[in-house]
């Protein structure tokens, strides 16, 4: 079977030219005599590969010698509870906006550790926005404030950074990271797992202002969720997953001869606007997020009831446009158009699209 073109939210499709590169490197990676997955993670040549994996990600968003690259395990619902128990003391008020599936995750692992209020919740109207946080909203007392940059689920991304004043905002952009400008310098912690835009399941970047490494935590907390100890370890206090970090030196590297975020950014925008646009101009799809709000990278929409969408699906999914099915918490179809996913694919999808349309209106 051919390739197909696939749309999943994650893990997602890689660029096939990454897929290609590691089929090369995989019995004898650049003659070592053995794949990176067989490698000790204490050799030169898996020390040049995150280093030079760190490089790369710093040089494709700018990331100033103030701030940490670490890479962790345990996927971006890690971080729910490693933020928390390294930004605040237990009982201490931290703040959360929540937007989405994942970031009702975020505030209920946070709640577990500290005095977790929400700043903002478009929950009443089925998370189709993104409301608007300001310096008022913002406990003073509030060691953070959190948000979730771009939703997955429900299709919606911050398209401006809510300005909150003094208070550290801390961001989970999983999601939309190198598919979309992130102004680091604005951030004291951002936050992303790779299975997503970076490469594959394994890996966790996190990205953090070096300041906030010098506070005292309490002992309490697992070494192995200790930014400071995992930093000064070089991200390697326990063995690291070295393929998926090798992945995502291969994805980054893509990324930069593809013209790096800026052409990225051009791409999803073109990609994303394609799909909208044939969306808010047809009779049987429609898409329910607020215009301004809209996400460059998941795309959810629906047809007039679920056994329609159940049937578009299917229809795709034969014609090898596969993973169209929605999260089950918000149902209909989803389209994810990362960094992998060619104009090609989002071509053949409002193909297939405008197809079933003119066999059911
Ligand atoms: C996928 C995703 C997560 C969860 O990732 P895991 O690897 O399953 O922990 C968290 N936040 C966002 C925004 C995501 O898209």
New binding site residues.
């Given amino acids: 079977m051919d390739r197909v073109y696939n749309f999943s939210?994650?893990p997602s499709q890689l660029p096939i030219e990454v897929l290609q590169q590691a089929q090369k490197d995989m019995l004898n990676f650049g003659g070592t005599g053995t794949s990176v997955m067989e490698m000790s993670h204490r050799s030169q040549a898996f020390q040049d590969i995150i280093d030079e994996t760190e490089a790369s990600l710093r040089k494709l968003m700018n990331i100033p010698d103030s701030y940490a690259v670490l890479f962790l395990q345990?996927?971006?619902?890690?971080?729910?509870s490693m933020i928390p128990m390294n930004l605040a003391d237990r009982g201490d008020t931290v703040a959360y906006a929540v937007t989405?599936?994942?970031?009702q995750?975020?505030i209920d692992e946070a709640s577990r550790w500290c005095n977790a209020v929400k700043v903002s919740s478009s929950k009443e109207t089925g998370f189709d926005c993104i409301p608007k946080i300001t310096e008022d909203d913002v406990p003073d007392n509030a060691k953070y404030v959190h948000i979730?940059?771009?939703?997955?689920?429900y299709g919606t991304m911050y398209h401006k950074i809510p300005q909150i004043g003094k208070t550290p905002l801390v961001a989970?952009?999983?999601?939309?990271i190198l598919g979309t400008k992130i102004d680091v310098e604005k951030y004291d912690l951002v936050y992303?797992?790779a299975?997503?835009n970076m490469g594959i399941?394994g890996v966790?970047f996190v990205i953090m202002k070096k300041e906030l490494l010098k506070r005292e935590i309490s002992d309490t907390i697992p070494t192995m969720l200790n930014y400071k100890i995992l930093f000064e370890k070089g991200s390697m206090y326990n063995t690291p997953p070295c393929w998926s970090i090798y992945i995502s030196g291969l994805v980054f590297k893509w990324v930069e001869a593809q013209g790096g975020v800026d052409e990225m950014v051009r791409r999803n925008t073109e990609k994303s606007g394609m799909l909208y646009d044939f969306i808010d101009n047809s009779k049987l799809f429609s898409a329910n997020v607020r215009k301004s709000d809209r996400s460059i990278m998941?795309v959810p929409f629906t047809l007039p009831d679920s056994k329609q969408d159940e049937e578009f699906i299917a229809f795709a999914e034969r014609k090898g446009l596969i993973n169209l099915k929605g999260h089950k918490a918000k149902g209909g179809c989803r389209a994810s158009l990362y960094n992998g996913m060619s104009l090609e694919g989002v071509k053949e999808l409002v193909k297939t699209m405008k197809e079933f349309e003119k066999n059911h209106v």
């Fill in positions: 939210a994650g345990g996927g971006p619902s890690l971080q729910f989405g599936h994942f970031a995750y975020a979730t940059g771009n939703n997955t689920v989970d952009w999983s999601s939309a992303a797992g299975q997503k399941a966790t998941n």
